[in-house]
């Protein structure tokens, strides 16, 4: 019995040196039969510096190189919003930004043990928003047509974040605005995916184009674009943000990913969408995350998704029920958790060793965030420049942002040639609650419209420019939020007074701070979903008695997106859109007004060629004449319209655009290049097919044919 008793206890003597043994050999998801060691992870142990701190070494080689050397919990923080990635959008003085992000980046490359850095990120939706220059929204860039211009709006954003020490920007938004209900309208650039993508890929190439200073010549970017939200976010049921978005595979293939896979595939980032699509969220969609992004289109950078999203599953969704399946589904379609909800990714470590994730999954997803990193340069350089301020509201920006506002403003009626105005005109009555304001739209930092000039200001400044004694009556009419109809008659009154009236009526939205703050009010904007269309309180009300004093108005729409009013489109003397402008608006509009007006032209139509092969690409030409006696620019757009195809397909749709300038009574040759692939289906075999038939080529706009021909396919 004793001998017994004495081989019980050596017993557990020998389990309890095993589990200390065992807990000093526990190497935290790191090998030990590497050339490194395990007590010196950033050294190799024959004394060569490691691959990874080689700024020469290919990028792939660094990754390879510095991934083994990371235990299991460096890589779960890299992959969520702490180690990996660090939110940095918040209205604060430079000098206190780049001091946070300094002492950030020094830690991180000195004191931690493998010196990697951190990604900062901020908001860039239609500029920077830290005190940055503001752009006309998306919606507004896009009615510019000018890819040209969007590329030089995002290099200016990446400009003024780049010094500062912010590497990570969330735009551009890529979103399909085909429910107009939909609060976010204002942040894409409208419902078609071709010019989706088209300025999408304007926009990340100017965003990400160049290097950051003092980097190796392996790095390919200075800043990290995002496109968002992947995919099939902008068109929600009922128009309610976060329900779910019905469709099937070919609406989802020739509709939501065409932008996407124009403009992504070089980005360094994208953000996956909160919504569903045909029941399967889109953060949890392997076909939609792993089949086509990862596999069939090659993409291999970052993929993070949006706040909280993750929690998603759990409160949405209800495709799971605890946080570690919500932290398993997402990391198995290899993407980050920005941040938010219940951190669910700190559920890893354990999955881990529990067997129900696997680290391969883990690595897979750490290598993206590490080759977004490396093609940045920022294991070379990832602080801020000394010089920050000389790269933020420069003369050139603000020359960009002025071309900015003046192109994103769309005449939609022009009754008897009412536009432009003369300068010469005795007096105008500026009347509306949009005269005397500046509406941005969303993703803009509190106090932002202080940058901006209001419509009022802007006439002032434009009229002294030009030396006119032209005379302004100004007369607010109306609240934008309100049925009070007391100051319509003495609106009425500046009308009659006046030589012709403008009434500047829309929609608004808020800032990130008053956009979220309880009580406040707007109609567009994140979270602002509304079932109506039509202008809110006695705005319309406003524009009919303004009308009804007998002179000539005109309606300015201010508006984050498309404006369903009949009786102003069938009475007004015209009608002119501009979508929430940038800093400049102002001053935009009145240019506009008084003179900044496109030419009356003409078209004749040819193509390279009437016959061609499927596989063959193919251009248009089009002579373009300015009858008009102004100089100006004209966008020429192609349609193309499958006459018989083996599936449904649009009535007709975008496949070319082209933004050019013409002299007064000149003409100039536009030729356009159309891709063999863009007259592709996705045919009922599940796969894109150019199919033999004949397609109407046609050149004008949306609604207008100017010139139109055939074109085979054999």
Sequence with gaps: MVVQRMFVAFLALVATLFLVVAAEMNTFGVRGDLHFGLEAR???????????????APIEDRVNDLLPRMTLEEK???IRLKGGSIWAGYLTPYEKLV???????????????????ALFQSEGLHGFTDNGTIFPSPIGLAASFDTDLVSKVASVASDEAEGLGITHMFAPVLDLSRELRWGRVEENFGEDPFLTGEMGHAFVTGMQSGKRRNVSDTAIARVAATCKHFAAFGSPQGGLNLAQVSGGERELRTMYLKPFNRACIDSL???????????????????????????????????????????????LHGTCETRECAAKATVNNFSGEMGGGTYTFLTLPDQVAAGTVSMDTIDETVKTLLRAKFSLGLFENPYPYEDYLSSIRTPESKEILHAADAESIVLLE??????????????????????????????????ASNNGITPLAGFKQYLANVSSSTKINFAEGCKLWSNDE??????????KNSDVAIVMVGTWSLDQTNLWTPGTNATTGEHVDLSDLGLVGAQLALVQAVKD???????VLVSGKPVAEPWIQAHADAVIQQFYPGEMGGLAIAEVIFGAVNPSGDTDLTLSSSTITPSQDFNVSVTVHNTGSVTGKEVVQVYMTDLVASVVTPNQELIGFKKVEIPAGGSTVVTIPVLSSQLAVWSVQNKWVVEPGVFAVKVGTSDTVYAQTNLTVT
Excluded: C
Aim: charged share 15%; aromatic share 8%; hydrophobic share 40%.
């Design 42 to 56: 950033a050294k190799n142990k024959d004394g060569s510096a490691p691959i990874y701190k080689d700024p020469n």
């Design 76 to 78: 779960e923080e890299m």
């Design 99 to 117: 001091y946070a992000i300094n002492v950030g980046q020094h830690y991180l490359m000195e004191n931690t043990t493998l010196g990697i850095p």
């Design 269 to 315: 980032s994208i953000m996956t969408a909160y919504s569903s699509y045909d029941g399967i969220p889109a953060i949890a969609n392997t076909h939609l995350l792993t089949d086509i992004l990862r596999n069939e289109w090659g993409y291999k950078y970052w993929v993070v998704t949006d706040a909280g999203s993750v929690d998603l599953l759990i409160t």
């Design 414 to 447: 022009n009754r008897q040639n009412i536009l432009p105005l003369s300068t010469n005109i005795g007096s105008v009555a500026l009347i509306g609650p949009q005269v005397d304001r500046v509406t941005f739209g969303d993703y803009v930092f509190l106090n």
């Design 486 to 495: 007391s100051g319509i008659p003495a609106a009425v009154d500046v009308a």
């Design 549 to 555: 004093a007998g002179k000539p108005t005109i309606v």
